[in-house]
């Protein structure tokens, strides 16, 4: 059920009145307030400011060994959202053929691998369905567990003619064809040859490649598996490895160690310096161990960030089998938009803002602050034409340059990383908060506005220009971006022309951040 968008609300603490002149002047310190308070998650001992020196090192989720627990789930949150968004056939369907594929269980038993880890492989190169072929060429990944075909003969001892494979797959991809005329034609007699054709084919292929039999096909992977953990001595970089490479993740291990020296194997490496996946991932970042940040990304996305869509087809999996209601309720919201961001926040639990007066109260009550303006100093712009169809509600466009205290320290977090990381100039920020109102006249006019439930209109979201001509913040923008996602602070998407940004509960953490640069500005 949808929430009430917000009206005028009443100031909800003592003294807020006192206060709404220096918020709507822009002065800022709120969040000072805020936290003196006690309000929100926020802790600190003192009000002071942090130093400059430690606002440039400020990052709440740095890496700490003694973290790596809720970094792995903060990653599958992060993760997961692909899955709900592209499984072919629906998450549920997927879920439901590989949860419960005994072949799955038996070849995980006779490898000696977790059953729950290969169904999660399955789900995730698959879908369950074991005639997918990458690209439609099986010298490519094809199977359930969609092996190449140099590596199921060359490691896994498997019986692959991918020539013969190919010129088959050929074949029943014509068969196919064929049989989606006779159907649209409603030609039974058509299709029952066609699908008897496919049959026939489908049969010979299995005879010359086995990755195209179920059975083999997961022994294959669950080999591969047990031959990763051999060589790296851990599970997670076994799975790593499933889509990375073996090779690529002795790369990533070795980068990320320089210059110490290595011992005599990889595994004796890994448990000598207690790598885990984790620490690899997040202990590489655009300004701490860059070579390796740069060396996973240029992995892409789908390598880097396999162990942490391992985990979260896992966490589908065991809500297929336990809790269909939470399921259904996840597949709902990550369906809802292009990012998880009404994962992070849902609607029920973030109202609108109806109107203007809406906005004005929120200012002056510290639910909104007004983006400030010293583009030098913080690193972002507001661009001239923030609130620009203020006009055509009746409201003065200064209320559209607001966001939450805590997106708002998101984005001083984002700007100051992407300075840091080679960005140089300032990002653009073209839209920040809206109302109801704001939202309808928007959609009158850009095709890329939704008429469902904005985040904007939470002061949750913002957006930042992709600015023609500056390659370089370009390319560090989207690596920053991905951090702050990686660890569910944020949920991110590419439109045309901009980075929309949704920042969720946990944007709470880089308040002192706000507090300080807000404060040595005042000074």
Do not use: C
């Not at 923008?477 to 949920?491: F, Y």
């Not at 920042?503 to 300080?516: A, F, I, Q, T």
């Amino acid at each position: 059920m949808s929430s009430p968008a917000r009206t005028r609300r009443r100031p909800f603490r003592a003294g807020a009145a006192l206060l709404a002149l220096a918020v709507l002047l822009g002065a800022g310190g709120l969040i000072a307030q805020r936290l003196i308070a006690g309000e929100g998650s926020v802790s600190r001992e003192s009000g002071a400011p942090l130093s400059p020196s430690q606002i440039a090192a400020f990052d709440p989720f740095a890496f700490d060994p003694g973290d790596e627990d809720d970094l792995l789930d903060r990653g599958r949150r992060a993760y997961e959202h692909v899955l709900y968004a592209k499984s072919a056939d629906g998450v549920e369907a997927a879920a439901s053929i590989s949860a419960s594929n005994a072949l799955t269980r038996a070849a995980a038993e006779r490898l000696d691998v977790e059953a729950d880890t290969l169904s999660a492989l399955v789900f995730l190169e698959s879908g369950g369905r074991p005639d997918v072929v990458a690209g439609g060429d099986p010298e490519g990944a094809a199977g359930l567990g969609q092996i190449l075909a140099g590596t199921a003969v060359d490691l896994l001892g498997m019986e692959v003619d991918a020539e013969r494979s190919g010129r088959l797959t050929r074949r029943i991809e014509r068969e196919r064809s064929r049989a989606r005329s006779a159907r649209l034609s409603l030609s039974p007699g058509r299709l029952r040859r066609a699908e008897a054709r496919i049959a026939r084919l489908e049969g010979m292929r299995r005879r010359v490649d086995d990755r195209f039999v179920p059975r083999l096909a997961l022994e294959g992977a669950a080999r591969y598996l047990a031959i990763a953990r051999e060589r790296f001595g851990r599970e997670d970089l076994a799975v790593a490895s499933y889509h990375m490479g073996i090779g690529n993740l002795e790369s990533v291990i070795e980068t990320y160690v320089a210059p110490r020296p290595t011992a005599a194997t990889v595994a004796e490496t890994v448990e000598s310096l207690d790598i885990s996946y984790v620490r690899l991932f997040y202990d590489s970042g655009i300004r701490r161990n860059p070579a390796t940040n740069r060396l996973l990304r240029s992995l892409g996305d789908d390598s880097r960030t396999y162990p942490f869509r391992v985990e979260a087809t896992r966490e589908i999996l065991r809500l297929w089998r336990e809790d269909r209601d939470e399921l259904d309720r996840l597949n709902g919201l990550h369906l809802a938009k292009a990012s998880a961001e009404e994962v992070l926040r849902p609607e029920a639990d973030n109202p609108r803002y109806g109107d203007a007066d809406a906005l004005r109260d929120a200012l002056e009550d510290g639910e909104l602050a007004p983006l400030p303006l010293d583009p030098a100093r913080l690193g972002f712009r507001i661009d001239p034409r923030m609130g620009e169809l203020a006009g055509a509600v009746g409201a003065d466009p200064a209320l559209y340059r607001a966001l939450s205290p805590e997106a708002l320290a998101v984005l001083l977090q984002i700007a100051k990383e992407t300075r840091a990381g080679g960005g140089a100039g300032t990002v653009r920020v073209t839209s920040a908060v809206r109302d109801a109102p704001y939202q309808r006249e928007l959609l009158k006019r850009n095709g890329e506005a939704t008429a469902a439930f904005s985040l904007h209109t939470t002061g949750h979201s913002f957006d930042i220009a992709r600015d023609a001509g500056s390659r370089r913040r370009n390319r560090t923008l989207p690596a920053v971006l991905d951090q702050l996602r990686a660890v569910s602070v944020i949920a991110w998407v590419e439109e045309p022309g901009a980075y929309h940004v949704t920042v969720g509960p946990d944007g709470e953490r880089y308040l002192p951040l706000y507090e300080s640069l807000v404060a040595r500005g005042r000074s």
